[in-house]
């Protein structure tokens, strides 16, 4: 069965640095997402994309982060000048055409550590 | 926005019983909820959906019910198994217009299957 993929699976980084986290998505799907999980809490919603652009983003997602989709199979989230509360699981996550409401399919994450 | 209220937080059940989880939502724009449950150091996986066009769902040991008048929807186990141990949680979207919608997560349940 076709997954959503991300590496690292874990990245530790020193405060004030930046990050770049990687997702494969399905590859017949055209809608992608990131999410957090600080640690003991739920799944909060960072930001979608479609068409190359963002297509809806929460309060969360301030001017540090962005994503982009620099080919045909990867989508990244970028955090600049990371944060101690940054600190968290990050997932990524795709859905099929065409609608928003399809199903949302997530990776297994990558656990970000700022020291 | 979307506020998801999820309860309970802990659901400890004996193996072969039913378990029941609720959920809330107070958008009533919302019309997709979608269930996951998450493994220790997975992602969440869905394991059903629900649109709003739809009052009951079922998949084999798993259903789901949705009251659009009272904003509520509950995850139904039966024949628990120990293998069902783990942390679920309920979400919400719009899923409105062209967009990406991203989903709102309730706080998860876990469960705990005694053998």
């Known amino acids: 069965e076709p997954e959503v993929t991300q590496t690292p699976s874990h990245q530790v980084t020193q405060m004030g640095q930046e990050v770049i986290l990687r997702c494969v998505p399905i590859?017949?799907?055209?809608?992608f997402y990131w999410y957090r999980q600080i640690l003991g809490q739920k799944v909060e919603f960072l930001v979608s994309?479609?068409?190359?652009?963002?297509?809806?983003k929460s309060e969360i997602f301030d001017d540090q982060f962005s994503v982009e989709r620099p080919d045909g199979s990867n989508f990244t989230l970028k955090i600049r000048s990371t944060k101690l509360e940054d600190s968290a699981m990050y997932f990524c996550?795709?859905?099929?055409?065409?609608?928003?409401?399809?199903?949302?399919?997530f990776g297994d994450g990558t656990r970000l550590s700022i020291l | 926005g979307e506020n998801v209220e999820q309860h309970p937080s802990t659901l400890s059940v004996q193996e072969g019983d039913s378990a029941v989880i609720k959920c809330t939502y107070s958008?009533?724009?919302?019309?997709?909820f979608p269930w996951y449950k998450q493994e220790l150091g997975k992602g969440p996986q869905l394991i059903i959906d629900?649109?709003?066009?739809?009052g009951e769902k079922k998949d084999q040991r798993i259903a789901v019910t949705l009251n659009k008048t009272a904003k509520h929807f509950s995850l139904h186990i039966t024949e628990t198994q120990p293998e069902d141990s783990a942390v679920y949680f309920c979400?919400?979207?719009?899923?409105?217009?062209?967009?990406?919608?991203?989903?709102?997560f309730g706080k998860g349940t876990h469960l705990i299957i005694q053998p």
């Open positions: 979400a919400a979207t719009s899923g409105g217009g062209g967009g990406a919608d991203g989903l709102t």
């Open positions: 590859s017949n799907h055209l809608y």
């Open positions: 996550a795709s859905s099929a055409t065409p609608r928003g409401n399809q199903p949302q399919h």
């Open positions: 958008d009533s724009a919302s019309n997709y």
């Open positions: 629900i649109r709003s066009n739809v």
């Open positions: 994309f479609y068409n190359n652009e963002i297509s809806e």
